[in-house]
């Protein structure tokens, strides 16, 4: 069984640091991950996706990094704001096809000003 | 920009009552997905639609929870009798059939069960 690992659970660090959350998962067999942001309270709104066969996908301050063949994915944040303060997310998806995903219990992110 | 909704946003009810959640997916999106997310977990898939058809309810607790997607467009999650246990936030998804990619989810639905 697929089980995704996060780590830190939870991380506070001074606005303008850059930093780096880790996502570990047990079986390298996936089709895509996923990182996803959820504001408390709120649903998931996706950041960013990595299809197997990828390295690495950027979206402005964020970027994601996949090793699959060691089942690790990074998700680097630079310059970090008040406004990054939430919980992020990692998903594996297991198979093509519209197959659900496995979710990580999430790293919750307080950004300090 | 196209959203995925759900109503309602909050629910509280007494224990061995009855509830509904409702979903409205992305017009188009043929897949439609039900996760449950206990605080400070990640989601757990439910069941899981294509078109009409549950494709996966493996992990929905069958003799309490039941779903349907009736005309393969919009959906609805009942719990009948509510438990404790099940005060949860409930997450619906979709993604359409031609990309296999991504899941777009709604705000959820935060049940609490009394």
């Known amino acids: 069984k697929q089980e995704v690992t996060q780590i830190p659970a939870a991380l506070s660090v001074p606005e303008g640091e850059n930093l780096v959350l880790n996502c570990s998962f047990t079986?390298?067999?996936?089709?895509?991950l996923q990182w996803f942001r959820q504001d408390p309270g709120k649903g998931l709104t996706s950041l960013l996706l990595?299809?197997?066969?990828?390295r690495e996908q950027t979206s402005g301050r964020l970027n994601a990094s996949l090793d699959k063949s060691s089942g690790r994915s990074t998700l680097y944040i630079a310059a970090s704001q008040p406004g990054d303060s939430a919980t992020y997310l990692c998903?594996?998806?297991?198979?093509?096809?519209?197959?659900?995903?496995?979710f990580g219990k999430g790293t919750r992110l307080s950004v300090i000003a | 920009e196209a959203e995925v909704a759900q109503s309602p946003r909050y629910k509280i009810t007494e224990k061995s009552q009855a509830v509904a959640f409702w979903c409205d997916p992305i017009?188009?999106?043929?897949?439609l997905y039900w996760y449950r997310q206990i605080l400070g977990q990640g989601p757990e898939l439910l069941v899981q639609?294509?078109?009409?058809?549950?494709?996966?309810d493996s992990q929905l607790p069958k003799d309490r929870f039941s779903a349907e997607r009736l005309k393969g467009v919009d959906s609805t999650l009942k719990i009948q009798p509510a438990e404790l246990g099940d005060s949860a936030m409930y997450l619906c998804?979709?993604?359409?059939?031609?990309?296999?990619?991504?899941?777009?989810f709604g705000p959820g639905t935060r049940l609490t069960v009394l």
């Open positions: 998903a594996v998806r297991l198979n093509s096809g519209n197959t659900p995903l496995v």
């Open positions: 998804a979709s993604s359409p059939l031609a990309s296999y990619n991504e899941q777009f």
């Open positions: 990595i299809q197997s066969s990828q």
């Open positions: 017009s188009g999106h043929a897949t």
């Open positions: 079986d390298s067999a996936i089709y895509n």
């Open positions: 639609f294509q078109d009409e058809s549950v494709v996966d």
